[in-house]
Every structure is written in structure tokens, then in C-alpha cells.
């Protein structure tokens, strides 16, 4: 998705084919289960499926152009792994123009293979960033939770399973047992990640922004960052290997 796109309704723009306009997502979606490179450009593209306008096709088809050149890609999980799992939890804050509401992204790595990953606008309007970086952390750490038990089932034990945040204030608040008056207002369903902290099951770390792999899943990125993430994700192309 071009750097300079800002995908709202459109509502003065020229109708498109709604029959075939949900078809071209529905196929999208279907793909994104194999191609995480194109999950927050189909999912921006999705919210309009109910008055899609000539604009919102025309990022469509970008999309289906890029898959065009990139037919071979696909994610590689090469043998005798390290068995540890780290989480990637980023969100762009108020990022979507129309209701300035924000896109969690996350991803998770069972040793240096992707297998799992996630990108959705959140319910609510977050105030500020720390608040929304918050949310997207707790979503991450329902989601490691989940992993964690799938992998004691097969005898994998794991502790203290990193989420990698670039937001320190969303580590403090992580860590810090104390409920501040400031962050009262943030629904109690998202503070269970202090208690999951404390009882050791989870890290919040930090990560300088520029490694943050979960920025490909909250917003569009330049063409040397998206390849950079692309590429550590594990997408690979067969005949280079």
C-alpha cells in the first residue's frame, strides 16, 4: 500500500460492484492464512465491503499486482528450531481517519518460525497512544496464553514468554502493580496482562521501532522496511534457498 494512501468512505466517489468487489476480498482473505506480507492491506480494504467505491478497488487490484510479481513467496519453517516462543505487539495509534480509531498488529515465532499472527482496528477510540499500545498488549498475551497451553499439551513447558513492545509506557504499566488514576478509564478486561506478568507467564520487553516486526500488520510501510520485515517474518522465496 502506497505511503501517501488515505483509505476512508469516499461517500462522493463513483460505485463500484459490490458482488464483485466482496469477491476479490473474500479470495484475499482466503490468502491471507499463507501471506501475512498482505494482512493489513486486505483487512483496510475489507472495511468497505458494504459501499465499495472505484478508490477502495483500485488498492484491491494493487494488491493482486504485487501477489502477481510475488507468486513464489511463502513462509519457510526449516527443521531443529529452538524451542522457545517471543511475541511482536504494535498498533498505529488513531490511524484509521474516518472514526480515528486504532489497528492493533501482532505476530508470534515458536523459535524463528512465524505461526501466528494478527491485524484488527480496535472496538473503542483509544486517547492516547500508551492506552491503545495497552490493549494491543493484552490481546497479544490472550493470544501467547493460548500458544503456551497448545505447547504444554505437546510437552513443551515454556516461562516468562517475551512480548516485545516499542512503547515504554505500556511496560510500566505492564509491570507496575498499582492502579493510577490515569489509567482507571482503561477497561479492567485489558489489565489481566499485570497479572500474568506477576505470576511470571509473560515478559513486556522493549524493542527499538525500527525491529518491530508487527508494524507490517498496523499501517503502510516504505518499500525497505516492508521487504526488511518480509524477510524476517521468514518469507522466502524456494529457488533462493
Known sequence: MSLTASLDADEEGKDFNITKY???????????ASRPDIQFNVGMCARFQSTPKESHAKHVKRIFRYLSDTKLLGLWFPKGQPKHLVAYSDLDHAGYKTDRKSTSGQCEFFGNSLVSWFSKKQTT??????????VAASSCCAQVLWLKQQLADLGVNLKEIPILCDNTSTISLAKNPVQHTRTKHIDVRHHFIRDHVQKRDVKVMFIPTHLQLADIFTKPLAKEQFSFIRRELGMVNPNEL
Not at 466482496?22 to 491471507?32: E, Q
Not at 477510540?125 to 495497552?134: C, G, I, K, P, R
Open 22 to 32: 466482496r469477491g476479490m476480498i473474500g479470495s484475499l482473505l482466503y490468502l491471507t
Open 125 to 134: 477510540v483509544a486517547v492516547s497512544s500508551t492506552e491503545a499500545e495497552y
